[in-house]
């Protein structure tokens, strides 16, 4: 089987925060923060697999620290480990202060996509392979991840079976 290293997926996007991008709180609007977490994971799998990639889930977001208008904010993403057609990609979150230039982590996230051939059906994805002291750690930890992904989908799928479908205003 095919494999690439985890650096081989590694991205990284670097803005700046502007008024219109934060909210009463003055700091970033967290859906601003989700969209740009989501744009740059799908590059880091889509490099990795070289094929077209779906959001398959966001199994987390976690918010650690604000980030300002007086910050810049750097998000780093890879893929972490991989299944048949799917792919964990990790994406960090920095932001760093432009007056002091202190840095902090952010934000973190894990997401899952899944690779697509033309046809948009599931494809063979290659194995990652892991180097830094980071990319192993987030390797070993995956297959924990993975399994408690699992059981969340699945409860996902029960729960919505007792959902309604229709609005009340009809």
């Known amino acids: 089987m095919e494999q690439r290293y985890a650096k081989e997926s590694r991205c ?21 923060l989700m ?3 989501d744009d740059i994971a799908s590059i880091a799998a889509w490099k990795h697999c070289r094929n077209s990639v779906v959001t398959a889930s966001t199994d987390s977001v976690d918010f650690l620290h604000p980030i300002r208008p007086t910050d810049s904010v750097c998000l780093e993403s890879f893929v972490t480990w991989t299944g048949t057609s799917s792919m964990e990609v990790f ?42 002291e980071e990319e192993k750690h987030l390797h070993e930890t995956a297959v924990a991840r993975a399994e408690r992904r699992k059981q969340r989908r699945a409860e996902s799928a029960k729960f919505a079976h007792v959902l309604t479908v229709d609005f009340p205003w009809e």
Do not use: C, M, Q
Request: aromatic letters at 10%; glycine letters at 4%.
């Open 91 to 132: 994406v960090k979150v920095i932001t760093e202060d432009l007056k002091t230039s202190e840095r902090k982590i952010a934000a973190t996230s894990f997401l899952t996509f899944v690779a697509l051939d033309d046809d948009n059906k599931p494809v063979r994805v290659p194995k990652v392979v892991p180097e830094t």
């Open 35 to 37: 969209s740009y977490i």
């Open 12 to 32: 990284y996007k670097t803005s700046r925060i502007f008024p219109p991008d934060v909210n009463n709180h003055n700091t970033l609007f967290g859906g601003k």
